[in-house]
RNA sequence: GCCGAAGUGGCGGAAUGGUAGACGCGAUGGUCUCAAAAACCAUUGGGGGCGACCCCAUCCCGGUUCGAGUCCGGGCUUCGGCACCA
């Protein structure tokens, strides 16, 4: 009987069904442990990169539960979003009909990987009874304060007739069409994330996350303390009197020479001399067809317009040129630079372009007058600069924040990099935002018990700039909940990132109804112990969800700050050195394998391509040898032990020792997602076991301890195979169910080991000596070593170094 | 430009500062077969020697150490992320 994959598979996988024997239990008396890999979003197939994902995710889940833990390992759909509405908009299929039968298509062949996930908890964030929660939690932030409208510069993306926040924007693209981004504004709904930036910049609570994904979380967040300073326009006229600037570097203030404004800023157009409109127009224009990323290529030749007007330096009286300029981003502080070429290089160069005065204000050292050929960015002593001549710019940075806080002209503050998270979405497949529009009562939410505001099933969700359901006129008319007049719905959906920044939480209670969660079994099952997933999600969603989290935490509905206590990001994998692109023609469907091979030597392959931190290289031939393996433990789990006849009392204590070594290896190794070596380990206690199987010569009891012991240790990698030769060896349904063994370290030990004899560091012999020997005997028997002898022949001994059950070096 | 990760046989990859190349693929030879496939056995970093063995070898150049793939300094290359952040 040989191993048939395709028999087999089913057949437990319909067993297991049947049994329930993934059926989590809240609480059985054992310690929770809940472990999630990142949802997939429902594109139809699963393709080699989502089996990449889970199929490890899922050993070890597997592998927690074999310890003893009571695992919640759960999945679901990221079923809203913008390829649905493609899709629909292409093929004419209705988003909903489209991802339903993507749905059922993914479930399938995630049922085919063997994995064991509860199903009665699978969530879809499509399903009107998960977004109605979005809609409840965007109501909560609503009423307190961490949601809020604004007309703001948005991205357009012309092609999906949508806006993008600036974190799906890729080299000045669309990260899902790729259609160039142009900037325009809009009236917004954000989520004051930058509350939380110091919040997000604390990781204490985090038990094990990767220090990369921490330092790009504290990058993407970018905090830094300076001084907003402001500069007197009061002589201009116009309403503001102050010019507000903010720098880092307010040591540098009496070596402003230029203000350079965005060219979006709204005071430009307020203060621009009449002579200087049409320039400071036709600039304006240019800086508008540019996406931010263009307009940040550090190449690029700095430009700008002066607008005819000046502004007063008040810490020494200088006029001081102010300029539109597109380096300058509106978005970040705000959106105005006070320029001091000579130490800021950005600054440097847009002077030497306008032929700006470039005074030195901080001194370098050796320095004797002469014009400087870059900014100079490093400290020294202040010069030209008032009273603060002679102290040291690291002094300055203090003393003159002072003064200007003194002085009324500044205040020390603290400016973040991160901005508000843009929720609106001008789409149709998405979470309608729960807002009623009333020209009596203003912008009103909708009652908490009116929740959900459907989405509706007819719209005409082709693009015409504004959201579909902005056309859907039942959807739109209502009635105001506060005064009963006619009033508007908002028509606007939101980011499918609020879908995933509390999915975590949903899992818990997929169908409770009175809240997003049952906080009883959130207390039981929260926060998530292991996370899962790629590091492209390493800042947009692992900080959204992060927010959401702490946001949560603040209104007092969750009793935790950190959704995920560790995480770990798997590498990618590739096929055959290149990248898998559709246009390379080497993307690996994984259905034909499974079908050919077997769920279980597709796991295992995935498993063992390399480590699972930095991805694997596929390649066809490589998988055979997995199936090779699983054919030698089949035949293996098959010996008759009967014919076992030329017993060894050496050589079984040698199975014994290997048995627990292997232990060992695999039950660290799985639990460090070391699965490469952990498989590696199991293949060389399978090759031991064929080379007894030849010989016959252990005792069959410890043959079978042996066999039985592969077969549990392989049980999370490779559940369908070790399941049905568990049963053929006539042990009770599950293994699944079984505890991992112990190991035993004295039976692991070793009695005899190879020692190696080195003579000036160079191996010379390797000698078998008995574990416990003393250093002199060591010593004694690496001298005696003819081998080494030879290398050391009549030259004086200067040093012998010893390792325990290592090695010894003979230094001459 | 900045930050991070990585560079080891023909290939994927193993190696608490202590036997470099575990495990697997591929290749070569053999067994079986009419033949092939599959399976199994053996060999497999390069060079030298009849041989026990010897020399060279972990991207490059230095350093620390009795001993470096591993630690330190400098450089090169590849991949990933970020990027005029005032």
């Not at 924007?169 to 709904?189: F, I, P, S």
Request: glycine share 6%; net charge negative.
């Amino acid at each position: 009987m040989r191993y048939n994959p395709q028999e087999i598979d089913k057949k437990w996988q319909a067993r297991w069904a049947s049994d329930h024997l993934y059926k989590v239990d809240d609480d059985n008396g054992r310690s929770k442990w809940y472990e999630m890999t990142m949802y997939p979003y429902p594109s139809g197939n699963l393709h080699i990169g989502h089996w990449y994902a889970m199929a490890p995710s899922d050993a070890h889940a597997r592998f927690k539960r074999m310890q003893g833990y009571n695992v919640l390992h759960p999945m679901g759909f990221d079923s809203f979003g913008l390829p649905a509405e493609n899709a629909a908009i292409r093929q004419k299929v209705h988003p909903h009909d489209w991802t339903i039968q993507n749905i059922a298509n993914m479930k399938r062949q995630l049922r085919s990987m063997g994995t064991i996930y509860d199903w009665t908890r699978v969530l879809s964030t499509m399903d009107a009874e998960y977004y109605r929660w979005n809609q409840w939690i965007f109501l909560q932030f609503f009423k307190n304060g961490l949601a809020y409208r604004e007309n703001a510069p948005v991205n357009w993306c012309p092609n999906d007739q949508t806006v993008l926040a600036n974190e799906q924007v890729v080299d000045g693209k669309c990260e899902r069409c790729d259609a160039q981004v142009e900037r325009t504004n809009l009236e917004q709904w954000f989520f004051r994330i930058t509350k939380f930036a110091d919040k997000l910049l604390d990781f204490s609570k985090l038990i094990d996350w990767p220090t990369r994904i921490k330092t790009l979380q504290e990058n993407w967040i970018g905090r830094s303390e300076g001084v907003d300073i402001s500069f007197d326009i009061s002589h201009l006229g116009v309403e503001e009197t102050e010019l507000h600037t903010f720098t880092t570097r307010i040591d540098t203030i009496h070596g402003v020479t230029f203000m350079a404004l965005a060219p979006e800023h709204p005071l430009i157009e307020k203060i621009v001399t009449p002579d200087k409109k049409l320039a400071i127009n036709d600039y304006i224009q240019l800086a508008r067809q540019q996406s931010e990323i263009e307009r940040l290529a550090t190449d690029r030749e700095k430009t700008g317009e002066f607008t005819g007007c000046y502004a007063i330096n008040q810490l020494n009286g200088d006029k001081i040129p102010v300029f539109a300029a597109d380096y300058v981003l509106l978005s970040y502080g705000t959106g105005a630079v006070m320029g001091v070429p000579a130490h800021d290089q950005r600054d440097f160069e847009f002077a030497t372009k306008k032929n700006l005065p470039i005074k030195v204000v901080i001194s370098p050292e050796n320095w004797n007058g002469e014009d400087l050929p870059e900014a100079y960015l490093g400290s020294g002593l202040l010069i030209n600069s008032g009273i603060f001549d002679g102290i040291s710019s690291d002094e300055g940075i203090r003393l003159i924040a002072e003064h200007v806080e003194n002085a009324s002209f500044g205040n020390r503050t603290i400016s973040y990099r991160l901005r508000d998270w843009l929720i609106s979405r001008q789409r149709y497949w998405g979470t309608p935002i729960p807002i009623i529009y009333c020209s009596t009562c203003g912008t009103v939410p909708v009652p908490e018990e009116d929740l959900p505001v459907e989405l509706p099933r007819d719209a005409d969700f082709q693009p015409k700039g504004k959201s579909p359901l902005a056309s859907n006129t039942k959807f739109l008319n209502t009635i105001c909940p506060n005064c009963g007049a006619k009033a508007e719905r908002e028509t606007d959906t939101m980011d499918t990132f609020v879908d995933s920044s509390w999915y975590q939480l949903r899992y818990v209670s997929p169908n409770y109804d009175k809240g997003p969660f049952d906080k009883q079994l959130l207390k039981l099952w929260g926060p998530v112990d292991q996370y899962t997933g790629g590091a492209e999600h390493a800042v947009m969603h692992l900080l959204y969800t992060r927010f959401f989290t702490k946001a949560l935490n603040e209104l007092g509905l969750l009793n935790f700050e950190e959704p995920f206590l560790r995480l770990f990001n798997q590498g990618t994998i590739i096929a055959d050195h290149h990248k898998m692109s559709k246009s390379r023609g080497n993307v690996i469907a994984p259905d034909p394998f499974v079908e050919s091979l077997g769920a279980d030597v597709v796991r295992i392959y995935l498993m063992f391509l390399g480590p699972w931190e930095q991805g694997g290289d596929w390649s066809d031939s490589g998988i055979k040898g997995m199936s090779r393996w699983v054919n030698r433990v089949w035949d293996i789990a098959h010996i008759d032990t009967g014919e076992f006849d030329k017993v060894d009392e050496a050589t079984t204590q040698d199975l014994t020792r290997d048995t627990h070594k292997t232990i060992r290896k695999v039950i660290t190794d799985l639990d460090r997602f070391h699965f490469n070596t952990a498989i590696a380990a199991m293949m060389e206690f399978t090759n031991k076991l064929g080379t007894i199987a030849l010989k016959k010569n252990v005792v069959p009891a410890v043959w079978q301890k042996a066999v039985e012991t592969l077969l549990v240790l392989l049980a999370p990698i490779a559940p369908h195979i070790s399941e049905e030769l568990w049963e053929r060896l006539g042990n009770s349904y599950s293994i699944h169910s079984q505890l991992l063994p112990q190991w035993d370290e004295a039976l692991a030990a070793d009695k005899m080991i190879t020692m190696i004899v080195q003579v000036n560091g160079k191996v010379r012999d390797k000698i078998s000596v008995q574990v416990g020997i003393s250093e002199d005997e060591a010593k004694e028997a690496a001298l005696n070593s003819p081998n080494a002898q030879g290398f050391v022949g009549d030259k004086d001994i200067r040093q012998l170094i010893y390792v325990p059950g290592r090695l010894v070096n003979i230094v001459v």
